[in-house]
């Protein structure tokens, strides 16, 4: 069974850092782009890094661009993203996607979700005091 899975959600506080894991089974991440998206509560989900399959190459979205870093360790079949200085505004369920890596550009899926073909189930990332 082809999954992804999250880890690393909680409580934080704001300035704060937190780690998010994608893990995935089933299949090989290597030859996989894979994407972070969050979801306010009652908004649309919002794309916020891609990275490519060898992990070379990295997109963020405005909003979090100098704060998150996405990277990958394709032997542990693992995708993270390290977010610090964190913000209340942060708030959201955290999915990960991937896509296969020919689907198209990083832009391409992360902003059209192009090609992605498997989505975690989202971990609760809360920024508060």
């Known amino acids: 069974q082809l999954q992804l899975v999250e880890s690393g959600g909680g409580l934080v506080q704001p300035g704060g850092s937190l780690s998010l894991s994608c893990a995935a089974s089933?299949?090989?991440?290597?030859?996989?782009?894979v994407a972070w998206f969050r979801q306010f509560p009652g908004k649309a989900r919002e794309w916020v890094s891609c990275?490519?399959?060898?992990?070379?190459?990295?997109i963020y979205a405005d909003s979090v661009k100098g704060r998150f870093t996405s990277s990958r360790d394709n032997a542990k079949n693992t995708v993270y993203l390290q977010m610090s200085s964190l913000k209340p505004e942060d708030t959201a369920v955290y999915y990960c996607a991937s896509a296969p890596h020919r689907s198209g550009t990083l832009q391409e899926i992360c902003m059209r979700e192009r090609g992605i073909d498997n989505w975690g189930k989202g971990t609760l990332v809360t920024v508060s005091s």
């Open positions: 089933g299949f090989s991440l290597d030859v996989y782009t």
């Open positions: 990275i490519s399959s060898s992990g070379r190459f990295t």
